[in-house]
């Protein structure tokens, strides 16, 4: 084993050389070990129904070596392109370890937080040997940092007589608050004093302060991802309908489509002033759009993909979820920058490494200098 950066120096990975360029080597560590249960269905109602597994995740194509802690040790994979599965699988990839499945993920430069069903758990992991880790609400389904409070949110499709959205103590996992909702969310995000909820009734914003979400526009009652663009203070959002309907928001709550894309199921991603668009259908799935222009720009990795992908957003890089991987972009150019195979479910990146769910617990991969995470 040799080390091979200098973030290593104060990591608990087990750092790898490998002979490759771009093919990111990777090793395994337990950090949650899952309760037993048994394994159940993610999301009720209709985006659980619609929407690709994976969010706001996952898979990928070339080399990797993964080894589980306590485990017996896989031979590595090989090189070269990992052949898609024929049927993507609707709705979140839902991932067994043991018995719980892997919903969400997501993190902070303090910690790593997950949601897992069936048994519910949220847990906080900063590295300690003992996670933090308290029962969600019922029919928990996403989480949301929001940096400019400091608090951790939880929004749930079915807790006690209707969806809610919960805040938490990002430390102590304590429940802070709690916020019922119209209709169920099925994307989040944070742009100034509020958070945007596209929701199944509609879109809604949930101000600093209030105690109740306020209507924006039921005009578009199908919107299935939403994401911040701060750089020029608006909101982008897609439909989950194919084509895709790509809207604009603004502060005051003024909702205009801008585009329209050959993609159903879709998530977006802002990364460096560039707007990405990922989703399933017979022809493209993946693009990267002229936030000026407006053009759909078609990219290379579109021949990796299969069936369609999910993209999410990275730090000057974005993150692509597809049926035989997870891949990092180059966020200005879309060039793959490394590849992971045989990832499954969410996945998060935090100080140089790449966390996933692996057959016995959350596991991390290094992530290589070229792939800035």
């Given at each position: 084993?040799?080390?091979?950066?200098?973030?290593?120096?104060?990591?608990?990975?087990?750092?790898?050389?490998?002979?490759?360029?771009?093919?990111?080597?990777?090793?395994?560590?337990?950090?949650?070990?899952?309760?037993?249960?048994?394994?159940?269905?993610?999301?009720?109602?209709?985006?659980?129904?619609?929407?690709?597994?994976?969010?706001?995740?996952?898979?990928?194509?070339?080399?990797?070596?993964?080894?589980?802690?306590?485990?017996?040790?896989?031979?590595?994979?090989?090189?070269?392109?990992?052949?898609?599965?024929?049927?993507?699988?609707?709705?979140?990839?839902?991932?067994?370890?043991?018995?719980?499945?892997?919903?969400?993920?997501?993190a902070?430069?303090?910690?790593?937080?997950?949601?897992?069903?069936?048994?519910?758990?949220?847990?906080?992991?900063?590295?300690?040997?003992?996670?933090?880790?308290?029962?969600?609400?019922?029919g928990?389904?996403?989480?949301?940092?929001?940096?400019?409070?400091?608090?951790?949110?939880?929004?749930?499709?079915?807790?006690?007589?209707g969806?809610?959205?919960?805040?938490?103590?990002?430390?102590?996992?304590?429940?802070?608050?709690?916020?019922?909702?119209?209709?169920?969310?099925?994307?989040a995000?944070?742009?100034?004093?509020?958070?945007?909820?596209?929701?199944?009734?509609?879109?809604?914003?949930?101000?600093?302060?209030?105690?109740?979400?306020?209507?924006?526009?039921?005009?578009?009652?199908?919107?299935?991802?939403?994401?911040?663009?701060?750089?020029?203070?608006?909101?982008?959002?897609?439909?989950?309908?194919?084509?895709?309907?790509?809207?604009?928001?603004?502060?005051?709550?003024?909702?205009?489509?801008i585009?329209?894309l050959?993609t159903?199921?879709?998530?977006?991603?802002?990364?460096?002033?560039?707007?990405?668009?990922?989703?399933?259908?017979?022809?493209?799935?993946?693009f990267?759009?002229?936030?000026?222009?407006?053009?759909?720009n078609?990219?290379?990795?579109?021949?990796?993909?299969?069936?369609?992908?999910?993209?999410?957003?990275?730090?000057?890089?974005?993150w692509?979820?597809?049926?035989?991987?997870?891949?990092?972009?180059?966020?200005?150019?879309?060039a793959?920058?490394?590849?992971?195979?045989?990832?499954?479910?969410p996945?998060?990146?935090?100080?140089g490494?790449?966390?996933?769910?692996?057959?016995?617990?959350?596991?991390?991969?290094?992530?290589?200098?070229?792939?800035?995470?």
């Amino acid at each position: 084993m040799t080390c091979v950066s200098e973030r290593c120096q104060d990591s608990d990975v087990v750092w790898v050389r490998t002979p490759g360029g771009n093919d990111a080597a990777s090793a395994e560590e337990v950090i949650g070990a899952a309760s037993p249960a048994r394994p159940g269905r993610w999301r009720p109602g209709r985006i659980g129904r619609r929407v690709l597994a994976g969010a706001a995740i996952i898979t990928v194509a070339l080399v990797a070596t993964v080894r589980d802690v306590g485990a017996p040790t896989p031979g590595p994979v090989p090189a070269g392109p990992v052949a898609a599965r024929p049927i993507v699988a609707e709705g979140h990839y839902t991932v067994p370890i043991g018995a719980h499945r892997l919903l969400a993920m997501t993190a902070t430069d303090a910690a790593i937080y997950s949601l897992t069903a069936e048994p519910a758990q949220l847990t906080r992991q900063a590295g300690s040997p003992t996670p933090v880790r308290v029962i969600p609400p019922l029919g928990a389904t996403d989480l949301l940092v929001d940096r400019s409070t400091g608090r951790l949110w939880v929004f749930a499709a079915a807790d006690r007589d209707g969806p809610t959205a919960s805040s938490y103590d990002p430390n102590t996992l304590a429940r802070l608050s709690v916020v019922h909702l119209p209709s169920q969310v099925n994307s989040a995000a944070v742009l100034g004093d509020a958070i945007w909820l596209g929701t199944d009734g509609g879109v809604y914003v949930l101000r600093r302060g209030a105690t109740a979400v306020a209507l924006v526009s039921r005009a578009w009652p199908d919107v299935v991802s939403i994401v911040a663009d701060p750089a020029r203070d608006e909101l982008i959002a897609v439909t989950i309908s194919m084509p895709a309907q790509l809207l604009r928001i603004t502060p005051s709550g003024s909702i205009g489509r801008i585009a329209q894309l050959p993609t159903g199921r879709s998530s977006l991603a802002v990364v460096d002033g560039a707007v990405w668009v990922a989703g399933f259908g017979p022809t493209r799935h993946v693009f990267r759009l002229d936030p000026d222009a407006w053009n759909p720009n078609p990219l290379e990795v579109d021949y990796f993909v299969g069936a369609g992908a999910a993209v999410s957003p990275g730090h000057h890089v974005v993150w692509l979820s597809y049926a035989a991987g997870v891949s990092c972009l180059d966020a200005q150019t879309g060039a793959t920058l490394a590849r992971w195979p045989g990832l499954s479910g969410p996945i998060a990146a935090r100080r140089g490494i790449l966390y996933s769910m692996g057959t016995s617990g959350l596991a991390q991969h290094v992530i290589p200098r070229g792939c800035r995470g």
